[in-house]
């Protein structure tokens, strides 16, 4: 499927305003479909904010395109090429959702799900035409980060994974295909280094602060333009084995939550959202440090895209 012409994003929370503006600036007619009016009404502001991304970034304006909030999911599924699931990462939730959605959209329309990680093949497991779902992991925030992970449950038909990665890509988006597996690839990359740091935090081997130093530069900032396993290339496997055979049994490998988190959450210290978490944020510089984050994602996006994928 290149762009649908009808897209029906459920759920307007942190994700689906985002989801919304870049579809509807790829030429889609999105629908927004939210529970609660005030989560449409705040939604008109982030895409006004995300399509002053989108131009910053110089993303193509496809005519046709459109965004219409709709709190009546009948009215917002009817003639839907592509619906995508964002509603909150509640399993009987989704459920119901995705039952409401089969029963008016046809049995042909894909439907996809922003899950972060409830496997695909359980939530598909009450639908009736399953071969028709499957994961669509965007990045948060999703109309800036040109990647999406692409999960294909074990019903999920081989002709809608490819529509969906064709899809994908026609609006300019790297599409990460990949076998279902909890958490998926980007969360399990990103929550070993996060057990990792917590760990370290703990344990007082450094500060937030240098940890923070240290994973920006010396690992977020090459990984930025090597992947992963090109970097073990470029290093040498030899040196990764040598490594790797004394320090993997000394990474930390706890199954719970740390301490560290468990207090901040339990006294209300939720990070941003709350004024204080692994650091303190004085009155006004939650806004600010949020508005040098897009800054610098928007900069360095731009300059990722200039220089050759290695
Ligand atoms: N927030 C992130 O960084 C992020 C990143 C990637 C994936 N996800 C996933 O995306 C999904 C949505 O996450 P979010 O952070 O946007 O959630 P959120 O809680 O911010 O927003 C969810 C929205 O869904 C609405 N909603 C609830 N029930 C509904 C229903 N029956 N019909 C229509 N709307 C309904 C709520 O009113 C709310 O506005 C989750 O599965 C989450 O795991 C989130």
């Not at 996060?194 to 690992?219: F, P, S």
């Amino acid at each position: 499927m290149a762009i649908p012409t009808i897209t029906t994003v459920i759920g307007s929370g942190s994700m689906g305003p985002g989801i919304a503006a870049l579809l509807a600036r790829s030429g889609s007619q999105v629908r927004l479909n939210d529970i609660s009016q005030d989560a449409l009404d705040r939604a008109r502001k982030v895409i006004d904010g995300a399509t002053a991304v989108l131009d910053d970034l110089g993303t193509p304006v496809v005519e046709g395109g459109s965004v219409t909030y709709e709190t009546d999911q009948r009215r917002a599924l009817e003639g839907a090429d592509l619906v995508i699931e964002a509603v909150p990462e509640k399993l009987e939730l989704k459920r119901m959702v995705l039952q409401q959605v089969e029963e008016i959209v046809s049995p042909t329309t894909i439907i996809a799900t922003n899950t972060s990680g409830i496997p695909i093949t359980t939530m598909a497991e009450s639908m009736e035409n399953p071969e028709r779902f499957i994961g669509m992991h965007w990045s948060n925030p999703p109309h800036l980060i040109p990647m999406i992970e692409v999960i294909k449950g074990e019903k999920t038909s081989e002709t809608v994974e490819k529509e969906l990665v064709t899809m994908v890509e026609s609006f300019g988006y790297e599409a990460v295909r990949q076998r279902e597996k909890a958490g998926f690839i980007e969360n399990r990359v990103l929550y070993a280094i996060l057990r990792e740091c917590m760990a370290l935090l703990e344990e007082g081997v450094a500060t937030q602060k240098d940890l923070d130093t240290c994973v920006k530069w010396g690992i977020g900032y090459k990984l930025a333009v090597i992947g992963p396993m090109r970097l073990v290339d470029m290093a040498g496997l030899d040196i990764y084995e040598s490594v790797a055979s004394y320090l993997n049994e000394d990474l930390d490998a706890r199954g719970d939550v740390s301490e560290i988190v468990k207090t901040l959450t339990s006294s209300g210290k939720l990070g941003m959202k709350s004024g204080q978490g692994l650091y303190d944020y004085a009155e006004g510089e939650v806004e600010a440090k949020r508005a040098d984050i897009i800054k610098g994602l928007v900069a360095v996006r731009k300059t990722l895209s200039e220089i050759t994928p290695v």
